[in-house]
């Protein structure tokens, strides 16, 4: 990397900030783009991964270190004499580094959560020192115990891997949690404890099926929908409307253990199940025994600890018990600190964090709104104050307060802050702004920012354009602490239900396809509890929420005011920008299928295991309903609706066929169990505990012995369902010289090699030696572009050629973004060590080399007709690397035509005076 170039980079941007009185959204761009439109080769391709600890400041004070998420890298910076953050250098990890840690002041830990691994570098030399496999979804890394062990939590199967440090080959040991998502993780001073934040602990409220609700025995007398005001309605029921459809009902577990909705009558006697509701899981590191700390709030977001053993927890308490949506308008959700101390966890000191709110108020001043914290996503303890810092990933500022929540100062810094550090001293605290890309430097004392400092950042403008919509809590809220992110968290959801109705609404007549054969009549405004709908995938896939009663997203701008409490609906540009940042978010790789994507031989299921191959046949031919409908019928492939209202067997109100892609990440409900880690399971109104219940419901698998084998099957290919993420995407192996020759390393990678192959995905790999890090990128027919344009190579050099002091890692990830990824980091056009050896910046697209000369294809130094020869060869042999304008065909392999000959002819002809022919003119999609 150009050190020089890159200090000019990452200069301080300007102090004085834009006010958050309205709507408003940084764009920090490193370089000027070539271009303005769409360029598929630079395809961004996004999965909205949070963070959990994104920022680390060594124990000796001399350097900080930073994911950068979107561009798949770890930063490094030097603390300096004036003690703000001096670029050092950036090395490449794995795919959607969401936290690291520091293991020594040189040795680093990143967690990759695409790739499930962890990256462990040296981030003095910038070399890669060994990759950890882990299980899906890693999200945080601690080292505690004697002797030290690596504690890392993986959140999509609600358990710790330990791994020993020194040689991380494979976990010793795994730690099964009561708890849904486990990501934050803290260690106790002595190193004898560690903390586990459960990002989905849910808050004990889970839902009564209709039917249960509509029994003559129930609190109501078989009233449905239950009053939910003494025995009236608040608001009054609409005189107008025709009687409600009868739905499912809230409870919340009280104190006391009762299950309670929120007109405080009593539903115990119709809740045979229970739920954990744990918050905090306290693990021995020697033993590993575990113990719990409930009911402190619904999503903990991140932990901390303080040097006398406190622990803090921060993140937010949803009122999801409080129906219909008047009101909850405003106060659907409270942002939380809690602490205990380990002597004592049981008893836990709780505080909102914003005490300036009367939530009997829903609207202030605007001037109130922006004192609010909101979407809190890390905390830290000042060595001697005793104050806790806490940063608003929504509201982009950073609040100072007790443990008790009462406020004691607040500090703007930049967009979207993730990450906190504070110096040993307590002078210096660095705040990480992911949605910003950079970090703040802030005087605590002071409570003012001193510096802002930018990393380089990929993120396409309609992310970033977007993102205030769904998370600025200032500009969309009533009371400054609200969102759409507070529910649809990270654009996925909360594990709850909710009852948004209004008795005093009107009817909506169905604007959307009806079933054949079906009568779908209006929706009331009654409609009872929904679960949260995850926000990947919901853009392309027909009209939106359960009842399909959401045309678009335009069509969600009354929740702005009704829902939100905010002053007035967003423009209609806005929401356009809503809609085209949600439209960019993916889901990850679906966990159950095999790296080649194809599916599991067997897998585990409600009562017994299942063949998902099988139940793919099944769900696709089998006639389950009424005149030969088979599940596909409804639930058509490949995203599992077919985008029509359906309101099959009379049921109580229309409801859209539901996409399936997803469902492995709601199990965790049981009505058996009285341990169950969530609330709400399947199906709308969370009528169903597992896939088995549901197959269960009015279908004809056949006779009594084949019909469980066969739903069992079915419920093994719902929970294995693709994604439109590729299995093996963040798939990572790599070669260290002890193992270039290892039988199962050299399979994966050729199995992802043919995946390749097929367009399924794309390949990167990265040598990472003292020099430097170089970069390759896998161009089809065995044939690796190198970082350097006219230098290519093979597989086969790469790993043959690794050794201790150079690994080769190779990587998969998405088509069309292998350019980027792994050659071309700003995507001008000329890749990144040709930048490196003209003088110029590979992560400032203004920055472009003088002596660069593409048009040179034999790599000799010397433009002449050996080069026209070498190219001709190449394209009459469709030789990739003839690929000259990096086309990609549909099926997202390089395209050679006639245009790329005469490109290069033209290019020849005009010689290299100057940089060239550009390979991304259009720059970043």
């Known amino acids: 990397?150009?050190?020089?170039?890159?200090?000019?980079?990452?200069?301080?941007?300007?102090?004085?900030?834009?006010?958050?009185?309205?709507?408003?959204?940084?764009?920090?761009?490193?370089?000027?783009?070539?271009?303005?439109?769409?360029?598929?080769?630079?395809?961004?391709?996004?999965?909205?991964?949070?963070?959990?600890?994104?920022?680390?400041?060594?124990?000796?004070?001399?350097?900080?270190?930073?994911?950068?998420?979107?561009?798949?890298?770890?930063?490094?910076?030097?603390?300096?004499?004036?003690?703000?953050?001096?670029?050092?250098?950036?090395?490449?990890?794995?795919?959607?580094?969401?936290?690291?840690?520091?293991?020594?002041?040189?040795?680093?830990?990143?967690?990759?959560?695409?790739?499930?691994?962890?990256?462990?570098?040296?981030?003095?030399?910038?070399?890669?020192?060994?990759?950890?496999?882990?299980?899906?979804?890693?999200?945080?890394?601690?080292?505690?115990?004697?002797?030290?062990?690596?504690?890392?939590?993986?959140?999509?199967?609600?358990?710790?891997?330990?791994?020993?440090?020194?040689?991380?080959?494979?976990?010793?040991?795994?730690?099964a949690l009561d708890g849904e998502e486990p990501r934050a993780l803290a260690t106790s001073p002595d190193g004898s404890l560690v903390y586990v934040g459960m990002f989905e602990s849910g808050n004990g409220s889970t839902s009564l099926r209709a039917p249960v609700v509509s029994n003559v025995n129930s609190p109501y007398n078989g009233v449905n929908p239950?009053?939910?005001?003494?025995?009236?309605?608040?608001?009054?029921?609409?005189?107008?409307?025709?009687?409600?459809?009868?739905?499912?009902?809230?409870?919340?577990?009280?104190?006391?253990?009762?299950?309670?909705?929120?007109?405080?009558?009593?539903?115990?006697?119709?809740?045979?199940?229970?739920?954990?509701?744990?918050?905090?899981?306290?693990?021995?590191?020697?033993?590993?025994?575990?113990?719990?700390?409930?009911?402190?709030?619904?999503?903990?977001?991140?932990?901390?600890?303080?040097?006398?053993?406190?622990?803090?927890?921060?993140?937010?308490?949803?009122?999801?018990?409080?129906?219909?949506?008047p009101n909850v308008k405003s106060i659907f959700v409270r942002a939380q600190i809690g602490s205990f101390l380990p002597a004592a966890p049981g008893t836990v000191t709780v505080g909102d964090l914003n005490p300036q709110l009367d939530y009997n108020v829903r609207s202030v001043a605007q001037s109130v709104r922006d004192q609010a914290i909101g979407d809190p996503r890390a905390v830290a303890l000042h060595p001697s104050s005793g104050e806790w810092f806490v940063a608003g990933m929504g509201s982009n500022n950073v609040i100072v307060t007790n443990?008790?929540?009462?406020?004691?100062?607040?500090?703007?810094?930049?967009?979207?802050?993730?990450?906190?550090?504070?110096?040993?001293?307590?002078?210096?605290?660095?705040?990480?702004?992911?949605?910003?890309?950079?970090?703040?430097?802030?005087?605590p004392a002071a409570r003012t920012e001193l510096d802002r400092r930018n990393l380089f950042d990929p993120?396409?403008?309609?992310?970033?354009?977007?993102?205030?919509?769904?998370?600025?809590?200032?500009?969309?809220?009533?009371?400054?602490?609200?969102?759409?992110?507070?529910?649809?968290?990270?654009?996925?959801?909360?594990?709850?239900?909710?009852?948004?109705?209004?008795?005093?609404?009107?009817?909506?007549?169905?604007?959307?396809?009806?079933?054949?054969?079906?009568?779908?009549?209006?929706?009331?405004?009654?409609?009872?509890?929904?679960?949260t709908q995850s926000l990947q995938g919901i853009v392309g896939n027909g009209a939106m929420h359960w009842r399909g009663d959401k045309e678009n997203v335009s069509a969600f701008a009354a929740a702005f005011v009704g829902l939100q409490g905010d002053d007035a609906e967003p423009a209609a540009a806005d929401l356009q920008k809503l809609e085209d940042f949600i439209a960019s978010v993916?889901?990850?790789?679906?966990?159950?299928?095999?790296?080649?994507?194809?599916?599991?031989?067997?897998?585990?299921?409600?009562?017994?295991?299942?063949?998902?191959?099988?139940?793919?046949?099944?769900?696709?031919?089998?006639?389950?309903?009424?005149?030969?409908?088979?599940?596909?019928?409804?639930?058509?492939?490949?995203?599992?609706?077919?985008?029509?209202?359906?309101?099959?067997?009379?049921?109580?109100?229309?409801?859209?066929?539901?996409?399936?892609?997803?469902?492995?990440?709601?199990?965790?409900?049981?009505?058996?169990?009285?341990?169950?880690?969530?609330?709400?399971?399947?199906?709308?109104?969370?009528?169903?505990?597992?896939?088995?219940?549901?197959?269960?419901?009015?279908?004809?698998?056949?006779?009594?012995?084949?019909?469980?084998?066969?739903?069992?099957d079915v419920e093994a290919f719902l929970l294995a369902f693709a994604t439109e993420t590729p299995a093996a995407v963040g798939r990572t192996t790599t070669f260290d010289g002890s193992n270039n020759g290892d039988a199962t390393a050299t399979a994966l990678l050729a199995s992802l090699t043919a995946q390749a192959d097929a367009g399924t995905l794309a390949l990167v790999a990265r040598r990472y030696d003292a020099g430097g890090t170089r970069g390759y990128v896998y161009a089809t027919q065995t044939v690796w572009l190198s970082d350097r344009e006219n230098q290519p190579t093979t597989a086969d050099t790469l790993r043959s050629n690794a050794s201790a002091a150079a690994p080769v890692t190779f990587i998969a990830v998405p088509i069309t973004a292998q350019f980027r990824m792994g050659v071309d980091r700003d995507a001008d056009g000329v890749f990144d060590q040709d930048e490196i050896d003209g003088g110029s910046d590979p992560a400032d697209a203004s920055s472009l080399p003088s002596t660069f000369c593409r048009a040179d294809f034999d790599g000799s130094g010397t433009l002449d007709a050996s080069d026209l020869t070498a190219f001709g060869a190449a394209h009459t042999a469709n030789n990739p690397r003839a690929n000259w304008d990096r086309s990609f065909g549909a099926n997202g392999l390089p395209t050679i035509s006639a245009a790329d000959l005469s490109q290069y002819q033209a290019a020849h002809a005009a010689g290299c005076a100057t940089v060239g022919e550009q390979i991304f003119g259009n720059g970043f999609e």
């Open 459 to 531: 993120t396409p403008l309609a992310v970033r354009e977007g993102r205030p919509l769904l998370y600025d809590t200032h500009a969309t809220s009533g009371l400054g602490q609200a969102s759409c992110a507070s529910c649809h968290v990270d654009t996925r959801l909360d594990g709850l239900a909710w009852d948004l109705g209004d008795p005093a609404g009107e009817q909506k007549a169905i604007n959307q396809t009806c079933r054949p054969n079906q009568v779908c009549d209006s929706w009331h405004p009654m409609k009872g509890p929904l679960v």
């Open 1 to 175: 990397m150009n050190a020089m170039n890159e200090s000019a980079r990452h200069a301080a941007l300007p102090t004085t900030h834009p006010g958050r009185t309205q709507l408003t959204v940084w764009v920090l761009v490193a370089g000027a783009l070539l271009g303005s439109a769409v360029d598929a080769q630079n395809a961004f391709v996004h999965w909205e991964s949070p963070h959990v600890h994104p920022l680390e400041l060594s124990a000796d004070g001399t350097r900080l270190i930073a994911v950068n998420t979107a561009d798949h890298r770890l930063e490094v910076y030097g603390i300096g004499g004036d003690r703000l953050p001096g670029y050092q250098r950036s090395i490449p990890v794995g795919l959607d580094p969401v936290s690291v840690r520091l293991r020594s002041n040189t040795e680093a830990w990143v967690v990759n959560q695409l790739s499930d691994s962890i990256s462990v570098v040296d981030i003095v030399s910038g070399q890669l020192l060994r990759t950890v496999a882990t299980a899906d979804e890693p999200a945080d890394v601690v080292f505690a115990g004697s002797p030290q062990r690596a504690f890392v939590s993986i959140s999509s199967g609600n358990r710790l891997q330990v791994f020993d440090p020194t040689n991380p080959t494979a976990p010793l040991s795994t730690v």
């Open 586 to 712: 993916r889901y990850p790789p679906n966990p159950n299928r095999n790296p080649d994507g194809s599916f599991l031989a067997s897998m585990a299921v409600t009562g017994g295991t299942g063949n998902p191959v099988t139940g793919q046949t099944l769900f696709e031919t089998l006639p389950t309903l009424p005149g030969g409908l088979a599940c596909a019928g409804c639930h058509a492939l490949p995203n599992g609706t077919d985008n029509r209202i359906d309101n099959p067997l009379a049921a109580a109100q229309p409801m859209k066929d539901a996409q399936l892609r997803g469902l492995w990440e709601k199990t965790g409900l049981n009505f058996l169990s009285q341990n169950n880690t969530r609330g709400f399971g399947f199906m709308s109104d969370s009528r169903f505990d597992t896939l088995m219940a549901r197959l269960n419901g009015p279908f004809n698998f056949g006779t009594p012995d084949v019909a469980p084998q066969r739903r069992r």
């Open 226 to 325: 239950p009053p939910n005001q003494g025995t009236s309605f608040s608001p009054a029921i609409n005189p107008a409307l025709p009687p409600a459809p009868a739905v499912a009902q809230i409870v919340r577990k009280d104190a006391a253990g009762v299950f309670r909705d929120d007109n405080g009558r009593s539903w115990s006697a119709f809740v045979n199940w229970n739920v954990a509701d744990n918050d905090v899981a306290i693990v021995n590191a020697s033993s590993l025994a575990v113990s719990y700390v409930p009911r402190v709030m619904t999503m903990v977001m991140a932990l901390g600890v303080g040097a006398n053993g406190q622990v803090a927890l921060v993140g937010t308490e949803l009122k999801n018990e409080i129906r219909f949506e």
């Open 403 to 443: 443990a008790s929540g009462q406020r004691l100062g607040r500090i703007e810094v930049g967009q979207g802050p993730t990450g906190l550090a504070l110096s040993s001293d307590g002078q210096r605290l660095y705040v990480l702004n992911k949605f910003e890309a950079s970090i703040s430097t802030v005087n």
